[in-house]
């Protein structure tokens, strides 16, 4: 490409010396064009290094760090991160948020599939009004539905309680220690179907027309066109709820705080993880080992986002 | 600048200009009439429609308790909440005194309208500089390549993996250091970081601007600059909108870095102010914290459920533009 050959309103070609071991000459103009691109990510570059990449550089050099009494702060290698691993209170609540997204996520999807597929094919009346009401849940902020579910399952005064009392349950005890899991799993479902259901909803309108009217056609079967020819095309969003659905489910801590302030003692200090880097963070004030559960956390979360991408593609090629 | 003007964006679905709200309304029933299959093409059995809808029912009736709790409960006394039933009205009617409460400090926790003034504050600018930041990098991810662009966003679809709540831990420690603890600015800044908005608006302006068109303006001589604001900005309104929701939202649910970095009351957000009332109603004695929280919840969600009402036309389609990109 000649030097000169786009260079519509003689630009400033000063171009300052870039690093020596260019492998190619790029034209004056491709270099201009290369900064104006960085022109244009640099404001949300910096802000996002100085928010997001710095703290968790910060946060990997700090757990590190061990503060003593007697010493002060020294270097102490991984020794926060053995004590993360071996911390059988973290584990647990790895785990007990881990069975939480493994529940929750699937049912959630499989009431939100349903419904977007109904809304889809028309087959209900008065699909808008469902699709607007279901989407509430999304504008309301989790502390609040907490608050509210947290009165609805109040186990003394709750409405629901009275009504189960009055088909003969009586003393059942949503915030029970056994029931407090199921609880926020209902709750979660609330808060989330809708969401899910409106992304699916669009996703199923762009499947083809003229594809689901040929499958009419030959009398394929009306469960046959949803399982067989919708499911499969909208795949790729299902993948991407399941994402941002796990991320979120990891990171299990609103309602199970909030919740406890109607069943006090049922949410100990380590329930879930976030509520352990919280307590041993903020609350007793030990930051470098709050920081090694906050990586070993992130690092269980890439990996099995990892491990499900790599199973997508796994199935992508043999399928 | 003597560039010629430009052509109109390469038609994308002409619109008459001058379309009334009830012109428009009737195009889009129509439109949407045309795109649904007729039931009765699917072989259904009779009922089957009246089976379907009497499911949406009742999920539109879990979905709706907990809203239809909380309006019947802002009327009641602390007692009635506890002692009435739970879906029904219950005298005496305490609506507007527990709504002029929200303009006092009850208990030393703090005033709800300030908290709602601060989450208002907050949502907006972090919300407004999010869709800014995310709509220029957007742009710039899309339309440039530059050395070190596809590592750079490569750096930026990690940051989607990572978990906010725990970025939250160690902005706290950077805070002490720089002292931005109970500073707005702590709060603000952190809210314009979105990957997911920058990943949104970088495949709407793939999906959505037409390459020619900018390249068009640029061999007429139109500065990026230009070309960014006449003719990339138009076209990206729609998803502008989803972007800006969807940052507006998280600002105004966010809890747990408000929680971490404020300690002075007369910063929180509702959210935390909330919190704080829920953990000190239960041994408050007579301070009646319970109707408090069941008015302030209302409060809360009224603005947002009326903005996403509103705006329903711009984001829904935005909301998936995530997944299509693969």
Known sequence: MSETALQPCAPRVVAPPRTPRKRYRRSAYARRRGRSGLAFVT????????????????AIYQSLYTTKLIGGTRYSGFANYSTVLESGDFWNGVIRVIIFGGIQI?????????????????????????????????????????????FLLDPAYGPFNRLFSAF?????????PNLMLPSIIIIAIWEWTGYNAIILYTALKSVPRDVIEAAILDDTPLWKIILRIKLPLVRPAIIMLVFIN?????????????????????????????IDIYTTSISNGEYQLGAAMAVVLAVVIIAISVASLAFRNRRREFG | MSAPTLAPPAQPPVRPAAETRRERKRRERLEQRDAVIPVELYGL???????????????????????????????????????????????????????????????????????????????????????????????????????????????????????ITLVAVPLYLAYAKVHLINSIWGMILPSMVTPVGLYLMRTYVELSIPRELTDAARIDGASELRIFFRIALPLMVPGLMTVLLLSVAGTWNNYILPL???????????TVGMGLWSQHAGNSGDQNLYPLIVMSGLVTIIPMVALFALLQRYWRGGLLLGSVAN
């Open chain 1, 43 to 58: 404001p949300f570059m910096v802000i996002f290094t100085l928010f997001m990449i710095a703290p968790l550089g910060y």
């Open chain 1, 106 to 150: 699937p049912v959630m999807l499989a009431i939100a599939f349903f419904f977007a597929t109904i809304f889809d094919l028309g087959v209900a009346k008065w699909g808008g009004l469902f699709r607007a009401v279901y989407f509430i849940p999304f504008a309301v902020p989790i502390v609040v539905s907490s608050l509210m579910w947290g």
């Open chain 1, 168 to 176: 003969g349950f009586q003393n059942f005890n949503w915030l029970s």
């Open chain 1, 246 to 274: 796990t991320i979120g489910a990891m990171q299990l801590f609103i309602e199970p705080t909030i919740l406890n302030n109607y069943s006090a003692g049922v949410v100990t200090d380590t329930w879930t993880p976030v």
């Open chain 2, 45 to 163: 059995r009779r009922g089957t429609v009246t089976a379907l809808t009497t499911c949406c029912v009742l999920f539109a009736l879990f979905i709706l308790a907990p809203v239809a709790w909380v309006i019947i409960n802002s009327t009641k006394t602390q007692a009635n909440i506890f002692e009435s039933f739970g879906f029904w009205f219950a005298s005496p009617f305490e609506f507007f005194h527990t709504f002029a409460n929200l303009f006092r400090d009850i208990d030393g926790d703090g005033t709800y309208s300030t908290w709602f003034v601060n989450t208002v504050l907050y949502s907006v600018v972090g919300g407004v500089g999010a869709t800014v930041l995310a709509a220029l990098g957007g742009y710039g991810f899309a339309r440039f390549e530059f050395r070190g662009s596809k590592v750079f966003f490569g750096i930026v679809i990690a940051g989607l993996l990572v978990p």
């Open chain 2, 260 to 270: 971490i970095i404020f300690s002075n009351n007369t910063l929180f957000p509702v």
